[in-house]
Every structure is written in structure tokens, then in C-alpha cells.
């Protein structure tokens, strides 16, 4: 995603001083392990308690309020189905949500290698890819509302 | 697009520059026996492969992105303004706090979120630094209402059908 940590890269200037990196790593790893536990959470929640069946989420406010899909919808209904290990029942769902995963667990992983070593950001996307991910992202908001193609995209 | 592990051009002499400190797999020492009985081979010399530099050592970008000089994928960072020490790294943008929200709040906030995190990588390519912060607090912005708005709509929403005023007739989130 937006950065990659390659270690071993810091320049010599760049690097705090050894006392700050200590005292600075336990605390800031606290937060891409708190955001972890949070996903595993809300996850096992998802896993337990069926989305599939009606009543026990919110109807998604933006289908709630206009009759169309929008590019979350599905994605609780996806996520307990990965969690039951159903990947087809999952892209079902939300394909969206299943391929943007994996980007999501590599973002993370990242996240928390910078936050153990106090190593900076170095990469920086360009700003094309973004640009492009949103321009998908309108795409598939788009496409999921075109009723031929709701047998793929629609949940 | 040039991967920081790629072979690097083995005879591009110019760019293992002066600086750099280790050569871990070329330059045998002079004191060498050459064990197999030849003189050094001058089709090898000193095998920088592995040694020139594969993060940089460019002297020319010293806060910036120094593995990717020859990338055009890839800006240099813009040179450290005053008061950003030795080259701020490179601000937050987000994007991953904005593909979520796209993914799970169902609310066109995720999508304004994506368009900032692209603001703020490419003001920052383009040397603005002080545009690519503002983009980078107003993408924080929004991924902070985004998550608070989803934590009132769901907290609402428990409240309400524990109340029995949602009658559960419905889930497609």
C-alpha cells in the first residue's frame, strides 16, 4: 500500500537515537496491535452472529435511504463468510471486499513493522494509483446498480 | 517498475558513487591470492552488482525516496523545507482508513477520503509539502467522521431495536 518498510534502508541521519527508539517502539506498536484486536473482534462477532439473517445489523443507511447498492454493501454478509471460510459465498458478496483484503493485511503488516523498528514512511504512492483506485471504486458503485450485472457484483 | 531488490546493472561503475561505504559482495581485498591460480579477471570488476547502492546513496535526495532515482513511478520527496530537520517523511495519507470506511460505512465520506489520500501523495510529489499536510489533516478529518458516524448509526440502531421500535425485518449492509 502506501508504504513499504524496507529495512536496513534508514539513512544514518535518519535514524533516532537508540534510547528514543526504545522507549517510543512499545508504545506506538500499541496501536496496529489494538487495531488488530479490534478486527479480530468485531470478526468473531460477524462469525457468530449470522448477517445473513435479517435483523441482527443495520440495513446499510445509504441503501436504506435510496434503493441502491453502494460499495460496502455486503461486506458484513462477505466477512462472516470468510470467517466460515467461504470464499465464494464471500465474493458473492462484496468481490470488492475480498480484494481489497489482502491489500488491507499487507498495509497493516507494514504498519507494524514501521511502529516495532520507529522507521519512517519512505514510499509514497503515486498519486495515479490512488486516482485509479477511486476511479474503480466509482465503477463498481456504478456497475453493482446495473441490473445486468447484478448477478456478479450486486450482494 | 524498478523493485528495490532488482539486479542492479553490474557495470554502471558510475553509480556505485565514491560514498558508498560496504561493498558486502564485490571488491575482493587486494590482499587476495586469487586461490585459483588467475589473475583477476578484468571482465569482473570488483562485481558491484550487489554493492552499488541498491537504496540510494544519492546525494541529491538525502530525505527523500533514495531507492527509486531512476523510477519515474516514484517522486523524490521534495527537498526539506526549513524546520522539517532532516526531511520530513512522507505524511500520512490515509488510505487505508478510506478503503475501509469505503468497504464498511456505506457513506459517500469514504469516497471523499480516497480523493484526499491521492491529494496528499501528489501535492507531496509535486514538492508542496505544506499542501500535502492540509490534504493529509482533511483526509484524518474525514476518516475520524466516518467512523464516528458508522459508531452513532450502529449504536442508534441497537438502541432503537432493543427499544422495539425497529421491527427486524431487514440486513443488507
Keep these: ?155 | 517498475m524498478s523493485q528495490p531488490n532488482d539486479p542492479q546493472e553490474p557495470f554502471s561503475l558510475d553509480k556505485s558513487g565514491p560514498a558508498e561505504p560496504a561493498q558486502p559482495y564485490g571488491a575482493t581485498p587486494p590482499s587476495d591470492p586469487a586461490p585459483y591460480g588467475s589473475t583477476p579477471d578484468p571482465t569482473y570488476p570488483s562485481a558491484p552488482a550487489y554493492g552499488s547502492a541498491p537504496y540510494g546513496a544519492d546525494p541529491a535526495t538525502p530525505g527523500g525516496v533514495p531507492g527509486y532515482p531512476a523510477a519515474p513511478g516514484y517522486p523524490t520527496a521534495p527537498p526539506p523545507g526549513p524546520g522539517y530537520g532532516y526531511g520530513s517523511p512522507p505524511p500520512q495519507n490515509y488510505l487505508v482508513w478510506a478503503i475501509l470506511s469505503t468497504v464498511l460505512c456505506c457513506l459517500p465520506l469514504g469516497v471523499a477520503s480516497i480523493v484526499f489520500a491521492a491529494q496528499v501523495n501528489g501535492k507531496w510529489a509535486a514538492g508542496d509539502v505544506q499542501g500535502a499536510q492540509e490534504s493529509a489533516r482533511k483526509a484524518k478529518t474525514f476518516a475520524i467522521w466516518s467512523a464516528a458516524v458508522t459508531l452513532v448509526l450502529g449504536l442508534g440502531y441497537a438502541a432503537l431495536m432493543i427499544a422495539g421500535v425497529i421491527a427486524s425485518d431487514s440486513s443488507s449492509m
Design chain 1, 1 to 155: 500500500m502506501t508504504a513499504t518498510v524496507q529495512p536496513g534502508s534508514g539513512a544514518p541521519s535518519a535514524c533516532p537515537s537508540p534510547a528514543a527508539r526504545v522507549r517510543s517502539g512499545a508504545a506506538r506498536v500499541a496501536a496496529p496491535v489494538g487495531v488488530a484486536l479490534v478486527a479480530v473482534t468485531g470478526a468473531a462477532l460477524l462469525g457468530a452472529v449470522n448477517p445473513h439473517q435479517p435483523g441482527h445489523y443495520p440495513t446499510c443507511p445509504f441503501l436504506w435511504l435510496t434503493g441502491l447498492y453502494c460499495p460496502g454493501c455486503g461486506s458484513l454478509r462477505a466477512v462472516h463468510d470468510l470467517v466460515h471460510l467461504d470464499l465464494a459465498g464471500a465474493w458473492s458478496m462484496n468481490p470488492f471486499l475480498v480484494l481489497v483484503l489482502p491489500a488491507l493485511l499487507a498495509a497493516w503488516v507494514a504498519w507494524l513493522r514501521r511502529a516495532a523498528t520507529g522507521a519512517a514512511r519512505r514510499r509514497v504512492l503515486p498519486a495515479w494509483t490512488i486516482w485509479t483506485i477511486l476511479a474503480l471504486v466509482l465503477a463498481y458503485w456504478v456497475a453493482r446498480n446495473v441490473p445486468a450485472l447484478a448477478p456478479w457484483l450486486a450482494p
